[in-house]
């Protein structure tokens, strides 16, 4: 036998088709099995050999490899006497049972090494394997002498490895199996195969970052080393995978370094150079935005960044345009241009130019997460910091910058001189036309004053030995002489429309923060050109804040040195300074090195330094942990205190039908790090008041939102708001964000209250304000949507149909807003006083589902089961609801957007019916589907009350003509732009429509068909005049949505709804069937344009032909119960689980296209030739194709979807499309007939502006120029 031992094992497991280039595969899994001895067993502890013998074949054939290509064996290999020959009796059956070859198979057990490990003794065989298979060479089973003496090896195919070996490949890849056996009779098999051949990428040289983090300075200080230690190995791994598998597969701890390097080798000895930090990074360090003002100015400032960044390039663009209009200077030659022509020092040039950049980089910072604090500007740059803050509009700042600039460049020249004084000490040598012009740190001031002034005090200074400096500077700024400057200034602020800060700045002119009324006030920026600059001042009050990180955002390191000598020299550890974005040198390096000083501060922000080289996880040093010992020694007293699957081909396995299942209330309550904000939306005083009652209680924030006509405050956490308007929102978000108050949960109980069923419209449209207001926010959100009575859960409900519509909505929303994620919960009507209660438990659900509901205590969720159908002409005997030859049956609705041309052709060919034809368009088609005898006639569209009325008697005369209905169907209109668009540009006008064309015409079925029943009362005479059944079309929006299916699947939710009722109050079954899409048109098999209802491509593989539609028609309306059913060819809960989500996404990553290195793949053979691009428009188009599809040499004529697009990709397309050019491109004229590059490009040049108009403009605002100038 063998002895025991203990142990834990872990391994991490991924999908092979999942993994990418940068996973490091150790070993692949190609099959298992699993079994339990059972009542073959002779005792509880014997083994059974032929189910060992089975789980192996079982495993092998799962692997589907044959057993003569297993050439390692990890054994169970208990070493008992009974055990062992079992075990090898077992593998001989199952490996003989495959091959007659002998003794190729190499035989061990890790129990020789380290014992049984028990529970963990199978994970550490699989472990041993795994690395026997990566290294190549099988390990030695020790202390092997001789074999069991009941075990004839040479019978086997197995031979006991005692030594390590090589381990040769063959022709098939290196496989090995692993067994492990419990004690109680489970037995389990597993075939291992060896790693695909992964190909090594070729070495990159350039800028690297290397990122170190550790709980303590010491770890960090032991991590440094381990690393340089690998590094220094000739096998060192490449340094560009050192750095991606640092940055993806390390946890970020306190204490942190970083270094950047043009190259590895310098990459490599600044890490081992660089000093470790004082302190740990602290968890939310507050960040100050600093601003420089004139003088860190030089031409081409910007090109280096401009280059590297398209984030920057496209604000410093925003920036310049503004600037175009206001002034002469060619400011992008200046900024991006070091020999370009013109003065940049000059400051009406200077100003403007510094702006420019300096907004720019505060939008690439901004764009990138990062949200300062505090913004502190000096001069000129306290303009920036107001800009960012949002005092003024980037237009109104440019206008007042290039007013600022013009009329200080206008006024008397003069000198500046940097004096090593402090501001008190200065004031007091100063006298007649000297002045303090700037007091930067305690000891280092300006003074500004006329040339000769400037030059006396100068000469005086250094006769006493003091250090000056001239600034090279043309004028006496913030002094006497900018009086006429200021004169002009301020009734140009004044003529500007100024708001309140929104994010805290401090005033140069006084140092403290700024207040609204000062920030708005045209005198206050007049005395910020005149008065001294009190920048020190500004930084001390900076040190209020916690845990401050500087960051100085300019051309430059003007302001990062002068912080060093204004800091207290007792707290320069809280005050990391992070240098100007545009310096000198190479931009990548400096967004890198930048980046690294982030992470050091404990920022995780991605500056987007560029294309990353091809890069891999590779193996590293691990985490050195610091033991520490916590042994109570003897005598002590202890201290106690402290996916998927492909299409079926069979039609029976395309049913499903909704099934609700009581679910466990699984609460999540986490220790909360942050406070969670919720936005509570609700009419209902007390039911808003008690929850924000239950949220406040668990330490989270609530505030609650009503319904008003215009935005009002009710309290601080209470307010009015008209929930349809998006000005309203815009509004009620801007005063919750300027409260640091922006919700990450907002729950809308609107559902729950009388309005929601009786002005169903007010009610979706003012959700659907809510969801656009926060589906175009930058954060994610979490909505939760309440409804009363909406979902047919029990079949007791009083059932709301009208609020059904709100589900399209709740399922659409967050498939065309990633960052938004929605769920609905569904309470019951006739039990109010549980709604808080139901609400608060399922808000705190672990893993919420899409859609859940309560009734009583009870929670339910929402699946959708199998439900087969047999073929009718297969059915042992007559269905329960048989189609009758000769019968009547009525066909309503739009017949040719819908499936009625269908259902009529087939009910006159196969049945010869009578039938009724009921038409709610003006195509008058049923005539032309049918020689049976038909009875036409056309419902036209009017209130529900009228067409229940002509409904009736178009019923009542089929009956006196034909005799009894057996049957009506409900041809429903699928999609058009008529009745759906994205949620973005949905409007009461497609409600309508749909009200009209689908929902209007069933009410009125069911009044009508209520009356036929109500005239014959509970008697046989019912059956005779009412109708065996009606089938009503619906559709698989209402199951799973569809990007720009919104108002299209809230129409079928209410027909759902509909048919949920009647089964309530009527005897006739009603049956409501989800259709997908079918590929066929009534006037032959030319497919719909089935991409543009919403689904795109995906609709290829799963659309139904007409002769399916009519056999599963005819398998639903005779054997299927009432209520809902869907139909689909792919299982339906993996098509649920892709497109229906309750959270959002994590990102903006989802997107297909070029990999993040770049790369496209070859252009696919397509039936259309390659056309190449003929103007500047298709150009830009096939650029947008190429990057979002991942294509290359997309011609001008490839069909989207073709090239592999779908309607998700779309969606995501056309940000980049309304980006390109300013014309409005909707989703459906990208995933529309044709699809191309050159149809798009024909909607886009039909809607951008002619020459003439172009030229039309620029006489305009040259005569608008001209008319400036003469004023």
């Given at each position: 036998?063998?002895?025991?031992?203990?142990?834990?094992?872990?391994?991490?497991?991924?999908?092979?088709?999942?993994?990418?280039?940068?996973?490091?595969?150790?070993?692949?899994?190609?099959?298992?099995?699993?079994?339990?001895?059972g009542?073959?067993?002779?005792?509880?502890?014997?083994?059974?050999?032929?189910?060992?013998?089975?789980?192996?074949?079982?495993?092998?054939?799962?692997?589907?490899?044959?057993?003569?290509?297993?050439?390692?064996?990890?054994?169970?290999?208990?070493?008992?006497?009974?055990?062992?020959?079992?075990?090898?009796?077992?593998?001989?059956?199952a490996?003989?049972?495959?091959?007659?070859?002998?003794?190729?198979?190499?035989?061990?057990?890790?129990?020789t090494?380290?014992?049984?490990l028990?529970?963990?003794?199978?994970i550490?065989?699989?472990?041993?394997?795994?690395?026997?298979?990566?290294?190549?060479?099988?390990?030695?089973?020790?202390?092997?002498?001789?074999?069991?003496?009941?075990?004839?090896?040479?019978?086997?195919?197995?031979?006991?490895?005692?030594?390590?070996?090589?381990?040769?490949?063959?022709?098939?890849?290196?496989?090995?199996?692993?067994?492990?056996?419990?004690?109680?009779?489970?037995?389990?098999?597993?075939?291992?195969?060896?790693?695909?051949?992964?190909?090594?990428?070729?070495?990159?040289?350039?800028?690297?970052?290397?990122?170190?983090?550790?709980?303590?300075?010491?770890?960090?200080?032991?991590?440094?080393?381990?690393?340089l230690?690998?590094?220094?190995?000739?096998?060192?791994?490449?340094?560009?995978?050192?750095?991606?598998?640092?940055?993806?597969?390390?946890?970020?701890?306190?204490?942190?370094?970083?270094?950047?390097?043009?190259?590895?080798?310098?990459?490599?000895?600044?890490?081992?150079?660089?000093?470790?930090?004082?302190?740990?990074?602290?968890?939310?360090?507050?960040?100050?935005?600093?601003?420089?003002?004139?003088?860190?100015?030089?031409?081409?400032?910007?090109?280096?960044?401009?280059?590297?960044?398209?984030?920057?390039?496209?604000a410093?663009?925003?920036?310049?345009?503004?600037?175009?209009?206001?002034?002469d200077?060619?400011?992008?030659?200046?900024?991006?241009?070091?020999?370009?022509?013109?003065?940049?020092?000059?400051?009406?040039?200077?100003?403007?130019?510094?702006?420019?950049?300096e907004?720019?980089?505060?939008?690439?910072?901004?764009?990138?997460?990062?949200?300062?604090?505090?913004?502190?500007?000096?001069?000129?740059?306290?303009?920036?910091?107001?800009?960012?803050?949002?005092?003024?509009?980037?237009?109104?700042?440019a206008?007042?910058?290039?007013?600022?600039g013009?009329?200080?460049?206008?006024?008397?020249?003069?000198?500046?001189?940097?004096?090593?004084?402090s501001?008190?000490?200065?004031?007091?040598?100063?006298?007649?036309?000297?002045?303090?012009?700037a007091?930067?740190?305690?000891?280092?001031?300006?003074?500004?004053?006329?040339?000769?002034?400037?030059?006396?005090f100068?000469?005086?200074?250094?006769?006493e030995?003091?250090?000056?400096?001239?600034?090279?500077?043309?004028?006496?700024?913030?002094?006497?002489?900018?009086?006429?400057?200021?004169?002009?200034?301020?009734?140009?602020?004044?003529?500007?429309?100024?708001?309140?800060?929104?994010?805290?700045?401090?005033?140069?002119?006084?140092?403290?923060?700024?207040?609204?009324?000062?920030?708005?006030?045209?005198?206050?920026?007049?005395?910020?050109?005149?008065?001294?600059?009190?920048?020190?001042?500004?930084?001390?009050?900076?040190?209020?804040?916690?845990?401050?990180?500087?960051?100085?955002?300019?051309?430059?390191?003007?302001?990062?040195?002068?912080?060093?000598?204004a800091?207290?020299?007792?707290?320069?550890?809280?005050?990391?300074?992070?240098?100007?974005?545009?310096?000198e040198?190479?931009?990548?390096?400096?967004?890198?090195?930048?980046?690294?000083?982030?992470?050091?501060?404990?920022?995780?922000?991605?500056?987007?330094?560029?294309?990353?080289?091809?890069?891999?996880?590779?193996?590293?040093?691990?985490?050195?942990?610091?033991?520490?010992?916590?042994?109570?020694?003897?005598?002590?007293?202890?201290?106690?205190?402290?996916?998927?699957?492909?299409?079926?081909?069979?039609?029976?396995?395309?049913?499903?039908?909704?099934?609700?299942?009581?679910?466990?209330?699984?609460?999540?309550?986490?220790?909360q790090?942050?406070?969670?904000?919720?936005?509570?939306?609700?009419?209902?005083?007390?039911?808003?008041?008690?929850?924000?009652?239950r949220?406040?209680?668990?330490?989270?924030?609530?505030?609650?939102?009503?319904?008003?006509?215009?935005?009002?405050?009710?309290?601080?956490?209470?307010?009015?708001?008209?929930?349809?308007d998006?000005?309203?929102?815009?509004?009620?978000?801007e005063?919750?964000?300027?409260r640091?108050?922006?919700?990450?949960?907002v729950?809308?109980?609107?559902?729950l209250?009388?309005?929601?069923?009786?002005?169903?419209?007010?009610?979706?449209?003012?959700?659907?304000?809510?969801?656009?207001?926060?589906?175009?926010?930058?954060?994610?959100?979490?909505?939760?949507?309440?409804?009363?009575?909406?979902?047919?859960?029990?079949?007791?409900?009083?059932?709301?149909?009208?609020?059904?519509?709100?589900?399209?909505?709740?399922?659409?929303?967050?498939?065309?807003?990633?960052?938004?994620?929605?769920?609905?919960?569904?309470?019951?009507?006739?039990?109010?006083?549980?709604?808080?209660?139901?609400l608060?438990?399922e808000?705190?659900?672990?893993?919420?589902?899409?859609?859940s509901?309560?009734?009583?205590?009870?929670?339910?969720t929402?699946?959708?089961?199998?439900?087969?159908?047999?073929?009718?002409?297969?059915?042992?005997?007559?269905?329960?609801?048989?189609?009758?030859?000769?019968?009547?049956?009525?066909?309503?609705?739009?017949?040719?957007?819908?499936?009625?041309?269908?259902?009529?052709?087939?009910?006159?060919?196969?049945?010869?019916?009578?039938?009724?034809?009921?038409?709610?368009?003006?195509?008058?088609?049923?005539?032309?589907?049918?020689?049976?005898?038909?009875?036409?006639v056309?419902?036209?569209?009017?209130?529900?009350?009228?067409?229940t009325?002509?409904?009736?008697?178009?019923?009542?005369?089929?009956r006196?003509?034909?005799?009894?209905?057996?049957?009506?169907?409900v041809?429903?209109?699928?999609?058009?732009?008529?009745?759906?668009?994205?949620?973005?540009?949905?409007?009461?006008?497609h409600?309508?429509?749909?009200?009209?064309?689908?929902?209007?015409?069933?009410?009125?079925?069911?009044?009508?068909?209520?009356?036929?029943?109500?005239?014959?009362?509970?008697?046989?005479?019912?059956r005779?005049?009412?109708?065996?059944?009606?089938?009503?079309?619906?559709?698989?929006?209402?199951?799973?949505?569809?990007?720009?299916?919104?108002?299209?699947?809230?129409a079928?939710?209410?027909?759902?709804?509909?048919?949920?009722?009647?089964?309530?109050?009527t005897?006739?079954?009603?049956?409501?069937?989800?259709?997908?899409?079918?590929r066929?048109?009534?006037?032959?098999d030319?497919?719909?344009?089935?991409?543009?209802?919403?689904?795109?491509?995906?609709?290829?593989?799963?659309?139904?032909?007409?002769?399916?539609?009519?056999?599963?028609?005819?398998?639903?309306?005779?054997?299927?119960?009432?209520?809902?059913?869907?139909?689909?060819?792919?299982?339906?809960?993996?098509?649920?689980?892709?497109?229906?989500?309750?959270?959002?996404?994590?990102?903006?990553g989802?997107?297909?296209?070029?990999?993040a290195?770049?790369?496209?793949?070859?252009?696919?053979?397509?039936?259309t030739?390659?056309r190449?691009?003929?103007?500047?428009?298709?150009?830009?188009?096939?650029?947008?194709?190429?990057?979002?599809?991942?294509?290359d040499?997309?011609?001008?004529?490839?069909?989207?979807?073709?090239l592999?697009?779908?309607?998700?990709?779309?969606?995501?397309?056309?940000?980049?499309?309304?980006?390109?050019?300013?014309?409005?491109?909707?989703?459906?004229?990208?995933?529309?007939?044709?699809?191309?590059?050159?149809?798009?490009?024909?909607?886009?040049?039909?809607?951008?502006?002619?020459?003439?108009?172009?030229?039309?403009?620029?006489?305009?605002?040259?005569?608008?120029?001209?008319?400036?100038?003469?004023?």
């Amino acid at each position: 036998g063998t002895v025991g031992g203990n142990g834990v094992g872990v391994v991490v497991l991924k999908r092979l088709e999942d993994c990418t280039a940068a996973d490091r595969i150790d070993a692949i899994i190609r099959g298992s099995a699993i079994n339990n001895d059972g009542g073959l067993k002779v005792s509880y502890t014997a083994p059974q050999v032929d189910q060992q013998a089975a789980v192996i074949r079982e495993a092998l054939a799962v692997a589907d490899v044959g057993a003569d290509t297993i050439s390692c064996l990890e054994a169970h290999g208990t070493g008992t006497v009974m055990g062992d020959p079992i075990e090898v009796a077992a593998l001989t059956r199952a490996f003989q049972s495959d091959t007659d070859r002998t003794q190729f198979c190499a035989l061990g057990s890790l129990k020789t090494n380290i014992g049984h490990l028990d529970a963990a003794a199978g994970i550490a065989g699989f472990i041993k394997t795994v690395l026997a298979l990566k290294h190549e060479r099988i390990p030695a089973s020790l202390h092997y002498e001789r074999p069991n003496p009941q075990i004839d090896f040479d019978a086997t195919p197995f031979f006991v490895n005692a030594k390590t070996r090589d381990w040769p490949s063959a022709d098939a890849p290196r496989r090995a199996g692993v067994s492990s056996f419990g004690i109680g009779g489970t037995n389990v098999h597993v075939v291992l195969e060896e790693a695909p051949r992964q190909g090594t990428p070729a070495p990159v040289d350039g800028p690297t970052s290397l990122v170190l983090s550790a709980r303590s300075r010491t770890a960090l200080d032991a991590t440094r080393a381990r690393l340089l230690e690998r590094l220094d190995e000739d096998d060192a791994p490449d340094l560009q995978d050192v750095a991606f598998t640092l940055r993806e597969g390390r946890a970020k701890m306190p204490w942190r370094l970083a270094v950047t390097g043009v190259d590895a080798e310098t990459t490599r000895a600044r890490l081992r150079s660089a000093r470790l930090p004082a302190r740990a990074t602290a968890p939310n360090p507050s960040v100050v935005f600093l601003f420089p003002g004139q003088g860190s100015q030089r031409k081409g400032m910007a090109r280096p960044l401009y280059d590297a960044s398209p984030d920057f390039a496209r604000a410093l663009d925003e920036s310049l345009a503004a600037f175009a209009t206001e002034t002469d200077t060619d400011l992008r030659a200046l900024l991006l241009d070091e020999d370009a022509p013109g003065d940049i020092d000059a400051t009406a040039n200077a100003q403007p130019a510094l702006f420019a950049i300096e907004y720019a980089l505060s939008q690439l910072l901004l764009d990138r997460g990062l949200r300062p604090t505090a913004l502190l500007g000096h001069s000129l740059g306290e303009l920036t910091a107001a800009c960012v803050a949002g005092v003024m509009d980037l237009a109104t700042a440019a206008r007042l910058v290039v007013h600022r600039g013009r009329s200080m460049q206008a006024a008397e020249p003069g000198s500046m001189l940097a004096v090593p004084l402090s501001a008190e000490a200065l004031t007091s040598r100063l006298g007649g036309a000297l002045e303090l012009a700037a007091h930067n740190a305690p000891e280092q001031s300006v003074v500004s004053g006329p040339d000769t002034a400037i030059r006396a005090f100068e000469t005086q200074l250094r006769s006493e030995g003091l250090a000056t400096y001239a600034l090279q500077t043309s004028h006496a700024f913030h002094s006497a002489s900018m009086e006429p400057a200021v004169d002009a200034f301020v009734p140009a602020v004044a003529a500007e429309t100024l708001s309140g800060p929104t994010l805290p700045f401090i005033s140069c002119v006084s140092g403290e923060w700024i207040g609204e009324s000062e920030a708005t006030d045209p005198a206050y920026w007049g005395r910020q050109l005149r008065q001294p600059v009190r920048f020190a001042d500004g930084l001390r009050t900076t040190l209020e804040l916690p845990d401050v990180v500087y960051l100085e955002v300019g051309p430059g390191s003007t302001l990062s040195k002068l912080l060093q000598a204004a800091v207290p020299t007792e707290t320069p550890p809280r005050l990391p300074v992070l240098e100007g974005l545009a310096s000198e040198g190479p931009a990548t390096h400096a967004l890198r090195t930048l980046g690294d000083r982030f992470f050091e501060v404990g920022l995780e922000i991605d500056l987007g330094s560029g294309a990353e080289a091809e890069v891999r996880r590779v193996a590293l040093p691990g985490y050195p942990f610091e033991r520490t010992t916590f042994r109570v020694e003897p005598g002590e007293a202890p201290n106690l205190e402290g996916a998927a699957t492909a299409p079926s081909t069979n039609p029976a396995d395309w049913l499903f039908v909704p099934e609700w299942r009581s679910a466990p209330a699984m609460l999540s309550r986490p220790v909360q790090t942050d406070r969670v904000r919720w936005l509570i939306v609700s009419d209902d005083d007390a039911l808003a008041r008690g929850l924000v009652q239950r949220i406040e209680t668990v330490g989270q924030d609530a505030w609650i939102v009503r319904p008003a006509e215009t935005v009002t405050t009710e309290g601080y956490r209470s307010f009015g708001v008209p929930l349809a308007d998006a000005d309203g929102l815009a509004t009620l978000f801007e005063e919750l964000e300027n409260r640091d108050a922006l919700p990450q949960q907002v729950l809308w109980l609107r559902g729950l209250e009388a309005a929601s069923a009786e002005a169903p419209e007010t009610a979706f449209f003012e959700l659907l304000a809510l969801m656009r207001a926060l589906g175009e926010r930058e954060t994610r959100t979490q909505l939760t949507v309440a409804t009363a009575d909406a979902l047919d859960v029990s079949g007791l409900e009083a059932l709301a149909p009208a609020r059904a519509a709100l589900a399209g909505l709740v399922q659409v929303a967050g498939q065309e807003w990633p960052r938004l994620g929605v769920r609905r919960v569904d309470v019951s009507g006739d039990d109010p006083a549980s709604t808080p209660r139901a609400l608060v438990h399922e808000l705190h659900q672990a893993k919420p589902p899409a859609t859940s509901a309560w009734r009583g205590r009870t929670r339910w969720t929402l699946d959708y089961a199998p439900f087969p159908l047999a073929k009718v002409e297969a059915l042992p005997a007559g269905p329960e609801r048989p189609l009758r030859r000769g019968g009547c049956y009525a066909v309503l609705g739009d017949l040719e957007a819908g499936l009625g041309w269908i259902w009529l052709r087939n009910l006159a060919a196969r049945f010869d019916a009578q039938l009724v034809v009921i038409e709610t368009t003006e195509r008058t088609l049923g005539a032309a589907q049918t020689d049976a005898a038909a009875e036409i006639v056309r419902l036209r569209p009017g209130t529900v009350a009228e067409m229940t009325e002509a409904l009736g008697g178009f019923l009542a005369e089929a009956r006196t003509r034909f005799g009894a209905i057996r049957g009506v169907f409900v041809s429903s209109p699928t999609t058009s732009a008529d009745s759906t668009a994205p949620l973005s540009l949905l409007s009461s006008a497609h409600w309508s429509h749909n009200e009209a064309t689908k929902i209007a015409p069933v009410e009125a079925l069911a009044n009508a068909l209520a009356a036929i029943e109500a005239e014959g009362g509970r008697t046989s005479r019912r059956r005779s005049s009412a109708p065996d059944f009606v089938c009503v079309q619906s559709s698989m929006a209402s199951v799973i949505g569809g990007l720009g299916l919104g108002g299209y699947a809230a129409a079928n939710h209410r027909i759902d709804a509909l048919v949920a009722a009647q089964n309530r109050s009527t005897e006739t079954p009603w049956i409501g069937v989800h259709f997908d899409a079918c590929r066929d048109t009534p006037e032959g098999d030319a497919p719909q344009a089935s991409a543009a209802a919403g689904l795109g491509a995906a609709l290829a593989d799963l659309a139904l032909s007409s002769d399916e539609v009519w056999d599963l028609t005819e398998r639903i309306v005779t054997q299927a119960p009432a209520g809902a059913i869907a139909v689909s060819r792919a299982p339906l809960d993996a098509r649920v689980a892709e497109w229906i989500r309750s959270g959002p996404r994590d990102g903006e990553g989802e997107e297909v296209g070029a990999d993040a290195k770049g790369r496209f793949h070859e252009r696919p053979d397509l039936a259309t030739a390659y056309r190449e691009p003929e103007d500047e428009v298709e150009t830009k188009l096939v650029e947008i194709f190429q990057q979002s599809l991942g294509i290359d040499r997309v011609g001008v004529d490839d069909d989207f979807f073709e090239l592999g697009g779908h309607s998700l990709l779309a969606i995501q397309m056309i940000g980049k499309l309304r980006e390109a050019f300013p014309v409005e491109i909707e989703i459906q004229q990208l995933i529309g007939d044709t699809p191309t590059v050159a149809n798009v490009a024909a909607i886009v040049r039909s809607r951008l502006p002619s020459q003439d108009d172009l030229d039309e403009m620029a006489a305009l605002l040259a005569e608008i120029r001209a008319e400036d100038g003469d004023e």
